[in-house]
């Protein structure tokens, strides 16, 4: 599983605070990432989970292991709008994909139809 794209062996919500155990990854990594909107996604990138409004607040390093335990909880109403404005453009994204989607298919569909006309024609001649 990957949370914000890094690899990530288990996380954890325990009450208001998050616990997320990462892998493969540097510590500049882990603070460079956006906590303010946490995707949780598969290997294959379908998203499990969104958790929104968390901040860093502590990351140790387990050297036998070689991964990171990233501590956060939840943060102050700065994060809560800053994910909720991300939340609203990937939204917007995801909107321009679906109609993007939906006319390639109505042409796909007016050309099948056309195809199938034509085929349709030539079978009876």
């Known amino acids: ?24 990854t540097t510590l500049e990594e882990i603070l460079n990432m956006d906590m303010a ?7 294959e990138d379908d998203l499990v ?4 409004g968390y901040r860093l ?12 335990t990233a501590m956060l909880e939840q943060g102050a109403a700065d994060t809560t709008a800053a994910a ?8 917007a994204a995801t909107k ?4 993007e989607l939906q006319q390639a298919n109505e042409q796909l569909s007016s050309q099948l139809g056309e195809l199938t006309g034509a085929i349709e024609r030539g079978l009876t001649q």
């Open 57 to 68: 607040t502590k990351v140790t390093y387990d050297v036998a292991s070689n991964t990171f």
């Open 37 to 43: 909107l946490l995707q949780v996604n598969t290997d």
């Open 84 to 91: 909720l404005a991300a939340v609203t453009a990937e939204l």
């Open 1 to 24: 599983m990957k949370i914000n794209n890094i690899k990530a062996l288990d996380y954890q919500v325990q009450g208001s605070g998050l616990v997320l155990i990462l892998a493969e």
């Open 49 to 52: 989970e969104a958790l929104a």
């Open 96 to 99: 321009g994909q679906v109609a």
